[in-house]
């Protein structure tokens, strides 16, 4: 079993998503990219490219995100969405909105 908890980090107008989300991991996760979106302004990527499984945990967290992004005025898009979460946003027509481009 890994024990290594996934990240966010922020370099300028982006947000980097790295490791294993799941029911498990993504409370700390989704507390850590909220405030690090309460602290910013105009724009932010998020980036999933360092996502190394993914679950359905990992795209609510994605939209409780969004949805506080949007309260903030911050304009939020995705980049590098692993081909599993675009699969798990399909199933409820939110591909195109996981696939926005900044």
Do not use: Y
């Not at 947000?15 to 979106?37: F, K, M, Q, S």
């Not at 996502?51 to 995705?78: D, I, N, P, Y």
Request: hydrophobic share 45%.
């Amino acid at each position: 079993m890994n024990t290594e908890l996934p990240t966010v980090k922020q370099k300028g107008g982006v947000l980097a998503v790295a490791g294993a989300i799941d029911a498990h991991t993504v409370l700390p996760l989704r507390a850590e990219g909220e405030r690090l979106i309460k602290t910013a302004s105009g724009s932010l990527v998020v980036d999933l490219e360092g996502l190394t499984t993914t679950h359905s945990a990992a795209l609510s967290m994605l939209l409780c995100w969004s949805r506080l992004a949007e309260k903030q005025g911050v304009s939020l898009s995705f980049t590098g969405a692993p081909e599993r979460l675009v699969s798990l946003a399909a199933l409820s027509n939110l591909a195109d909105w996981l696939q926005s481009r900044p």
